[in-house]
């Protein structure tokens, strides 16, 4: 079994800085890619920051210049630095990762959520 284990969130002011992180434990596997999303109470989940084993990184549109993906591979873990934080960037925010297991390809995974509060 692999488990996603996020810490991080909290509460920061406008303007203010956090950093989450999401390590990957269990049982054999390797990392295809791991990312982030968010969700706010009435919406859709939605994918913030987005890294490929590759090092391919994908950004929504309202983080780009703020936010920054990268991992550590010795680790299994990656780092969301979210910089220049907006009261819209407020929510739930999902480690989400994509896994090779012994038994299959490219599983899905998800971590607990991590609450993430900007004031303005």
């Known amino acids: 079994q692999v488990q996603l284990v996020e810490s991080g969130g909290g509460l920061v002011q406008a303007g203010g800085s956090l950093r989450l992180s999401c390590a990957a434990s269990?049982?054999?596997?390797?990392?295809?890619?791991m990312g982030w999303y968010r969700q706010v109470p009435g919406k859709q989940r939605e994918l913030v920051a987005s890294l490929t084993s590759g090092g391919s990184t994908n950004y929504a549109d309202s983080v780009k210049g703020r936010f920054t993906i990268s991992r550590d591979n010795a680790k299994n873990t990656v780092y969301l630095q979210m910089n220049s934080l907006k009261p819209e960037d407020t929510g739930v925010y999902y480690c989400h990762a994509v896994l090779t297991v012994p038994t299959a390809l490219d599983v899905d995974y998800w971590g607990q959520g991590t609450q993430v509060t900007v004031s303005s």
């Open positions: 269990g049982r054999a596997f390797s990392i295809n890619a």
